[in-house]
């Protein structure tokens, strides 16, 4: 250890998360893995470090630099670290067929490293939150992903927030319909997306720019009219437009009846056809929810991506899935005040301070009785005044203290006093685990 | 997504943990956090990689080897894995030291990577669990960290364990007694270590070998010999021996003073001269915590190190702290048996099956009720018969199925059945979730 002292610094876009963050992060996991665990998710954990050659060739070039690579001194293997959680299930599925049973319903809330240029709310280290439905074709899993991003965001507090629900069969088929050539489907699909963002006029004027056919910007303007009226009726509506049924159309359909069954509450969703996930990978329906009011963006994304689970399988497995962004989520929770009272700051609910070394046993004493009733506990182990012990309880943010001096002890009792409003009482020592849990409701 | 197929494998010595794995790790993991907040233990996260300038030095030349360095495609920053959780503790408390309230009581509960080879037990990736006190310098904090270990691992349900104490004070004033040249002193301890394993006469046999003078052996004997009676009467014992008192015994004299105010039972701590812990950084008290029935070895270790935490700091902080073995507890969780019924197999508490294609609306419905009163419930997805579907909830371990054929439909109740030992009970819709809990209960 006689190394020289060098400044303590973090690499570039990595985190430190000091206990007040900390216990808000824990509070949005905890409630996001409960709502996994009523939907039957169960939790899934792939190491940090990957074989490279299980991540090579799998996200595309560009991603592909953003991938870090890890190696140890004499280490024969190449390893990379973790870039998402989705080629890791798929490893997953193959390694274990003989252990796993499909459905095979997983969620992994890990960390995963890029090493993307780092800004506002965009890090090197951050965590994605999957969960995924393999081996079901049918849509009640789509339905059933879709609730629980629903039953996420309701259980967090966000009071206004869409899953726009969109297929990526109906946005080949709309593309044909729209007459526009294979070759510029891409082109067209780019300039649909920024349909919230630009408008429609700004739309119309994007395609024009890109060349695509006057007539088949109008055919594309009249669809991009439907996105009004309840789910079903848009439905109906774009069948009409499309002259006949799409198996995409159906399958929202189906989509509409497992949600609507599932008591998802409809001012939750909306079929929107001007939705595009990015991702060249899904295969039917896509996902993306939108925190509405105040209008700050995607949370979450998703959809059917049927072909890829079979990267180290033979065949693959019908499988669809959501992603919650939960950074962003964890960044929005402060945003909207949306933290009940009392999360972060500190686990402390009670610091038993110590009147002067005659009562330092007694009040250690105490500590142990609340710790063994479950009551989180700070014995104070400085030798200092009341008026700073009380002083370390506001600045740490602990909401009570106890107070042990020698009237107290000799009468059996203890004073507590609450910070927030200055209440103090003083109650027997058998009831005053009690007494904390009330004050703390309070 | 073009690249061709490979086989799904690991790197060496790391480790997925699918569902059932992984739900008995989260339940020992859930067990400790909750002895660290009832102890006032704030958790503390840092990032994955530090700046290898970071780790460089702090180690030692051999271990320095096993640590992983990672980069991406044109990452101008060098950087490597976390090797343990110490130096980043060191690092933060320098680095927020204006945002760190002291005494600064943390735990992290992370995996570490260390390029060791792979053997049973010992991995690439594994878990560490620290507990530690910066900026306390009185043993009372010594006493608290030994109370941690001894609630946690009472919690999780071990029935027989001690924490061994000594002081690193009182090696060096043992050996001066003994008469052993300084240059000659780690010898000492390294042969004095292995009392537990080689015996008294091991000892002796192997201190002479070494070519310690017999006079000082027959000395180190006489110590060796305190190892029995009452915390209090060894201290006593051993003041005696060494003809006056010294700071290392005063200072486990107060431990025992703390530990007899904080209850903590006298079977599960004992005074032992002879352990010795490696590493070369502890400056008073130390720690290490075995089972002892059965005699499954260390499961925890730990002391003061007043001197570490000035790493990246002008002046150190007096520091005092625990490490859990958490991967070995883990595997002796399961070896003594010490889950408890129900944890592992599946986060489903019940299984929701589909009589037939007219019933699945009303299934869904049924899912929908069961998740919103607090259920963890799987509505099933495929088109089997209700046979398959309860060879599936008994092969994935999921404990109750629901049946809910047009019979129970018209007279709006739910069958469930209890797979342990198949008892059937039918109960209003109203009141399903109760039921469940009670029949989870029984």
């Given at each position: 250890?006689?190394?020289?002292?060098?400044?303590?610094?973090?690499?570039?876009?990595?985190?430190?998360?000091?206990?007040d963050?900390?216990?808000k992060?824990?509070?949005?996991?905890d409630?996001?893995?409960?709502?996994?665990?009523?939907?039957?998710?169960?939790?899934?954990?792939?190491?940090?470090?990957?074989?490279?050659?299980?991540?090579?060739?799998?996200?595309?070039?560009d991603?592909?630099?953003?991938?870090?690579?890890?190696?140890?001194?004499?280490?024969?293997?190449?390893?990379?670290?973790?870039y998402?959680?989705?080629?890791p299930?798929?490893?997953?599925?193959?390694?274990?067929?003989?252990?796993?049973?499909?459905?095979?319903?997983?969620?992994?809330?890990?960390?995963?490293?890029r090493?993307d240029?780092?800004?506002?709310?965009?890090?090197?280290e951050?965590?994605?939150?999957?969960?995924?439905?393999?081996?079901?074709?049918?849509?009640?899993?789509?339905?059933?992903?879709?609730?629980?991003?629903?039953?996420?965001?309701?259980?967090?507090?966000?009071?206004k927030?869409?899953?726009?629900?969109?297929n990526?069969?109906?946005?080949?088929?709309?593309?044909?319909?729209?007459?526009?050539?294979?070759?510029?489907?891409?082109d067209?699909?780019?300039s649909?997306?920024?349909?919230?963002k630009?408008?429609a006029d700004?739309?119309?004027?994007?395609?024009?720019q890109?060349?695509?056919?006057?007539?088949?910007?109008?055919?594309?303007?009249?669809?991009?009219?439907?996105?009004s009226?309840s789910g079903?009726?848009?439905?109906a509506?774009?069948?009409?437009?499309?002259?006949?049924?799409?198996?995409?159309?159906?399958?929202?359909r189906?989509?509409?009846e497992h949600?609507?069954?599932?008591?998802?509450?409809?001012?939750?969703?909306?079929?929107d056809f001007?939705?595009?996930?990015g991702?060249?990978?899904?295969t039917?329906?896509?996902?993306?929810?939108?925190?509405?009011?105040?209008?700050?963006?995607?949370?979450s994304?998703?959809?059917?991506?049927d072909?890829?689970i079979?990267?180290?399988?033979?065949?693959?497995?019908?499988?669809?899935?959501?992603s919650?962004?939960i950074e962003?989520?964890?960044?929005?929770m402060?945003?909207?005040?949306?933290?009940?009272?009392?999360?972060?700051?500190?686990?402390?609910?009670?610091?038993?301070?110590?009147?002067?070394?005659d009562?330092?046993?007694?009040?250690?004493?105490?500590?142990?009785?609340?710790?063994?009733?479950?009551v989180?506990?700070?014995?104070?182990?400085?030798?200092?005044?009341?008026?700073?012990?009380?002083?370390?309880?506001?600045?740490?943010?602990i909401?009570?203290?106890?107070?042990?001096?020698?009237?107290?002890?000799?009468?059996g009792?203890?004073?507590f006093?609450?910070?927030?409003?200055?209440?103090?009482?003083?109650?027997?020592?058998?009831?005053?685990?009690?007494k904390?849990r009330?004050?703390?409701?309070?």
């Amino acid at each position: 250890m006689a190394a020289a002292k060098i400044a303590p610094r973090l690499p570039k876009g990595m985190r430190d998360f000091l206990p007040d963050e900390m216990l808000k992060r824990e509070y949005v996991f905890d409630r996001v893995r409960e709502t996994f665990h009523l939907y039957g998710f169960e939790p899934l954990q792939t190491p940090v470090m990957e074989l490279r050659e299980t991540l090579l060739g799998k996200y595309g070039e560009d991603a592909e630099k953003l991938i870090y690579f890890a190696q140890h001194a004499g280490g024969k293997e190449e390893l990379s670290l973790r870039y998402d959680l989705t080629v890791p299930l798929a490893r997953v599925v193959a390694q274990y067929e003989n252990q796993i049973t499909l459905p095979f319903k997983r969620y992994q809330l890990s960390p995963v490293w890029r090493g993307d240029r780092p800004q506002r709310g965009r890090y090197r280290e951050f965590y994605q939150c999957d969960a995924d439905i393999v081996g079901i074709g049918d849509m009640s899993a789509d339905a059933e992903v879709i609730g629980v991003v629903v039953t996420a965001l309701r259980r967090l507090g966000f009071p206004k927030f869409t899953v726009k629900i969109n297929n990526r069969k109906l946005l080949i088929a709309i593309g044909h319909y729209s007459g526009v050539p294979d070759a510029q489907l891409p082109d067209l699909y780019r300039s649909v997306d920024k349909f919230d963002k630009i408008g429609a006029d700004g739309v119309r004027a994007e395609l024009e720019q890109r060349g695509i056919a006057h007539e088949a910007v109008v055919r594309m303007m009249d669809l991009l009219q439907l996105n009004s009226g309840s789910g079903l009726e848009r439905l109906a509506a774009l069948a009409k437009l499309l002259g006949g049924d799409q198996e995409g159309l159906a399958e929202l359909r189906q989509v509409a009846e497992h949600l609507a069954n599932a008591a998802v509450p409809p001012q939750f969703y909306e079929f929107d056809f001007t939705m595009v996930r990015g991702l060249s990978y899904y295969t039917g329906p896509i996902f993306e929810t939108f925190i509405t009011e105040p209008n700050l963006g995607a949370v979450s994304g998703g959809g059917r991506y049927d072909g890829l689970i079979g990267l180290f399988r033979r065949e693959s497995l019908p499988t669809t899935g959501i992603s919650l962004g939960i950074e962003r989520i964890i960044d929005l929770m402060d945003e909207l005040n949306l933290y009940p009272n009392g999360i972060g700051g500190t686990v402390v609910q009670v610091l038993v301070t110590v009147f002067n070394g005659d009562t330092r046993a007694e009040a250690t004493r105490l500590a142990a009785e609340l710790r063994a009733a479950g009551v989180h506990t700070e014995l104070y182990m400085q030798d200092k005044n009341v008026g700073k012990q009380m002083a370390y309880a506001d600045k740490k943010r602990i909401p009570l203290v106890a107070v042990l001096g020698g009237d107290e002890i000799a009468a059996g009792v203890v004073k507590f006093k609450r910070l927030s409003d200055g209440v103090e009482v003083s109650v027997e020592r058998g009831v005053a685990a009690a007494k904390i849990r009330e004050l703390l409701a309070d």
